[in-house]
């Protein structure tokens, strides 16, 4: 059973360009959630999704961030005319429906340094 | 301002003791405490876990503590390994939701031989 699968690994972008991150959840997942990690700092949410749904986006940046996690495919974690503040690791976790009590199951991450 | 607490930055100690890990928080509508573990360069591992309708919740070498009216928990490796050196997160969910997760900064263990 493979976990949660995030790709590329390693992004750089200049300053202006379009990031885009990806995020496969685990197999029976379809709840998604990503967090951003800035140097020295904890996890903070940016926003959750289930299938072709926001359900949470309340600490993601208003302008240039967006999320979706389609039907079909990865969730996308898209961020547009990046800056040096965009630098961080960012993280996507997954956790299955029917539980009260889920546990987040994260994947590897995706660092991204913005030059 | 921070909901999540974790002010001990570091923490160093030797191999075969107890590591205790401490966490605080403010807000009396969480329900859900989680600790994670993280490696550089890897994502968050799930450890531990612990409703607030419970004071204790153990597993293997590990044990966590929660005291409600001090807005307490606390994380016990016993005995530490060498292995367990990593930066330990603590995380509080909201009561109800299955949302999200409200991160420590994390402490770094160093368990030395």
């Known amino acids: 059973n493979a976990g949660v699968m995030q790709n590329p690994r390693h992004l750089v972008r200049r300053r202006g360009q379009e990031a885009r991150l990806r995020c496969s959840p685990m197999k029976g997942h379809s709840h998604v959630y990503w967090y951003r990690q800035l140097p020295e700092e904890g996890l903070k949410f940016m926003v959750y999704?289930?299938?072709?749904?926001?359900?949470?986006e309340s600490g993601m940046p208003k302008e240039r961030f967006s999320a979706e996690f389609p039907k079909e495919g990865p969730s996308i974690l898209r961020i547009q005319q990046v800056v040096r503040g965009d630098s961080a690791a960012y993280f996507c976790?997954?956790?299955?429906?029917?539980?009260?009590?889920?546990?987040?199951?994260f994947g590897p991450g995706t660092r991204l340094t913005v030059l | 301002d921070q909901q999540v607490k974790q002010n001990s930055p570091s923490l160093s100690v030797q191999e075969g003791r107890i590591s205790i890990l401490n966490c605080d928080y403010t807000n009396s509508m969480f329900d859900y405490f989680l600790w994670y573990k993280k490696y550089p360069a890897e994502g968050p591992t799930f450890l531990i876990s612990i409703s607030s309708i419970k004071d204790k919740n153990e597993d293997g070498r590990f044990t966590v503590f929660l005291n409600k009216s001090a807005k307490h928990l606390s994380l016990h490796i016993v005995p530490s390994q060498p292995g367990d050196s990593a930066v330990y997160f603590c995380a509080a969910r909201y009561g109800g939701s299955q949302g999200n997760l409200i991160f420590g900064k994390g402490t770094k263990l160093s368990v030395k031989p």
């Open positions: 999704l289930q299938k072709e749904n926001i359900i949470d």
């Open positions: 976790a997954s956790s299955p429906i029917g539980q009260t009590y889920n546990e987040q199951f």
